[in-house]
C-alpha cells in the first residue's frame, strides 16, 4: 500500500478549507490574513472569546509550575475548583473529565451505581429523548439514539429509552421496574436549539420523585453561561440530581465535569469510576480562571442584554427575507435561526460574509457569539447576516427565473 492521503488525519469531518493562527475577543485571522467574526466560539467553547487575558495569565503561570499529577495525590486547585461548582449549584461532589461525552459518561454511571447502591441493581435502564445529543462514545451515542450516528458500530449499548421531546405520557408510559432516571438537555444544541416547555421540565422533576429516578441534566452545551444564566435549569426553575458540563468550562482548554447530590452519587466508592487526565492542574487552572470571570457581578447581565438585542435584530432580519428564514430560537447567546434554504447554504453564504456560524439538526444554523460579544460586534454580525441572505434570495430568484 501507497501512503496517499493528502492529509493525515482520519477523515471524520468535513473540514472547511479554511485554518486560523490566531484570535482576539470574538475575532479571527485566518492563515492568510483574513478576519472573521467568530460566532461559533469553538462550538459553545470559547465563552470568554479567544485569549483572554486572565485566561492567557492563569495557563502561563500553570505552566511553569506543574502539568500534570495524575489523581494519586492530593488536588488543592481541584478541590477549590469543586468546591466553587458546588457552592454555585445543587450539587454536592463533582467528578472532572476532559470532554463531554465523558462527563456524560460519569453521569450514566453516577445513575445507574445509585440503584445499585440502594439493593436495585435491575434499575438501570434511563429515559432519553429525540433530537438529543450526549455525545460520541458508544454509551453516550445509545443515549444519543441517533440512527445515522450508531450505524455500523454494532448493537448499541442497552439501557436507554427514547420517547418524543415535551411527550409526557410516553414518558410515563416508559418508565418501568428498571427504570434508573430521565436524562435531557435543558435546551438541546446539536438537535437544533430545540426546547421543551418548562412546565414538561417541573413535570419530570415531579415523576422522579414520585418514582424514586434520577433527574439527569446534559448541560455540556447549554452550561456555564451559554443560556444567560450559569447553568440552563436556574431558568426553567428545576433541579438535577446530576448534571454534566464541558464545553465552555475550560474556556478553550478541554475539561468536563459530572456535579451530582450525596445521595444521587451515593454507589460512587473509591475504585468505582476513574480518569488519568481527569482534573489535570492545566485544566483546573483554566477553569478556575473562567469561573473567576463568570462570577463576577453584572457578567450574566450582559449576556442577557445581548441576547435581547440579537434576537430582536435577528427577528427583523427574519421578517425581511422570508424565502431564506423563518425562525429564530434560543435562550441567552445560544442561537438558532431555522433556515428555509439548506441550512449548509446558508452556513457558507455567512461565511462568504466572514462569519462564521454551526450548522445544528432540524435545518438549523446556530449563531454562538462569546460572552463577552459587544453591542457593535452583535450589531455587525446582523449586518453580515443581512448581506448573506440577500445573496441567498438572488441566487435564489435566479434559480427560479432559470426554471
Ligand atoms: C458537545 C456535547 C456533548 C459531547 O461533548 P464532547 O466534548 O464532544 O464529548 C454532550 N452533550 C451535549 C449536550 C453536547 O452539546
Not at 496517499?4 to 478549507?17: E, G
Not at 456524560?104 to 438529543?132: Q, V
Not at 441517533?146 to 448493537?155: D, H, R, T, V
Not at 478556575?288 to 445581548?306: E, S, Y
Amino acid at each position: 500500500m501507497t501512503k496517499s492521503a493528502t492529509s493525515h488525519l482520519l477523515p471524520v469531518f468535513a473540514r472547511v478549507d479554511l485554518g486560523f493562527e490566531r484570535g482576539e475577543g470574538a475575532w479571527l485571522v485566518a492563515t492568510n490574513g483574513e478576519r472573521y467574526l467568530d460566532f461559533t466560539s469553538g462550538v459553545a467553547v470559547n465563552a470568554l472569546g479567544h485569549a483572554h487575558p486572565h485566561l492567557v495569565a492563569a495557563l502561563q503561570e500553570q505552566a511553569t509550575k506543574l502539568w500534570h499529577m495524575s489523581n494519586l495525590f492530593k488536588s488543592p486547585d481541584g478541590e477549590r475548583l469543586a468546591a466553587r461548582l458546588c457552592e454555585v449549584s445543587f450539587a454536592d461532589f463533582v467528578f472532572f473529565a476532559n470532554s463531554g461525552a465523558e462527563a456524560m459518561e460519569c453521569a450514566i454511571k453516577i445513575t445507574r451505581k445509585h440503584h445499585a447502591a440502594k439493593g436495585h441493581p435491575e434499575r438501570y435502564r434511563i429515559i432519553t429523548f429525540d433530537g438529543a445529543f450526549h455525545g460520541r462514545t458508544l454509551a453516550t451515542l445509545a443515549a444519543t439514539g441517533s440512527a445515522k450516528y450508531l450505524e455500523g458500530f454494532g448493537p448499541p449499548m442497552d439501557g436507554f429509552d427514547q420517547v418524543l421531546l415535551g411527550d409526557l405520557d410516553a414518558v410515563k408510559k416508559a418508565i418501568g421496574p428498571q427504570t434508573a432516571g430521565i436524562l435531557i438537555e435543558p435546551l438541546q444544541g446539536e438537535g437544533g436549539v430545540r426546547a421543551a416547555p418548562h412546565a414538561f421540565f417541573r413535570a419530570l422533576r415531579e415523576l422522579c420523585d414520585d418514582n424514586g429516578l434520577l433527574l439527569v441534566f446534559d448541560e455540556v452545551q447549554t452550561g456555564m453561561g451559554r443560556t444567560g444564566e450559569l447553568f440552563a435549569h436556574q431558568r426553567l426553575g428545576v433541579t438535577p440530581d446530576v448534571m454534566s458540563l464541558a464545553k465552555a468550562l475550560g474556556g478553550g482548554f478541554p475539561i468536563g465535569a459530572c456535579l451530582a447530590t450525596a445521595d444521587a452519587a451515593a454507589g460512587m466508592t473509591p475504585g468505582s469510576h476513574g480518569s488519568t487526565f481527569g482534573g489535570n492542574p492545566l485544566a483546573v487552572a483554566a477553569a478556575n480562571a473562567v469561573l473567576d470571570v463568570m462570577l463576577k457581578p453584572g457578567f450574566f447581565d450582559h449576556v442577557q442584554k445581548m441576547s435581547l438585542l440579537f434576537k430582536q435584530k435577528l427577528a427583523s432580519v427574519v421578517d425581511r427575507h422570508p424565502d431564506v428564514l423563518s425562525e429564530v430560537r434560543g435562550e441567552g447567546l445560544l442561537i438558532g435561526v431555522k433556515a428555509v434554504v439548506p441550512s449548509t447554504d446558508l452556513v457558507a453564504a455567512l461565511r462568504d460574509q466572514k462569519l462564521l456560524t454551526v450548522g445544528a439538526g432540524d435545518n438549523v444554523v446556530r449563531l454562538l457569539p462569546p460572552l463577552i460579544v459587544t453591542e457593535a460586534e452583535i450589531e455587525e454580525g446582523v449586518q453580515r447576516l443581512e448581506r448573506a441572505c440577500t445573496a441567498l434570495s438572488g441566487d435564489h430568484s435566479k434559480r427560479a427565473a432559470v426554471l
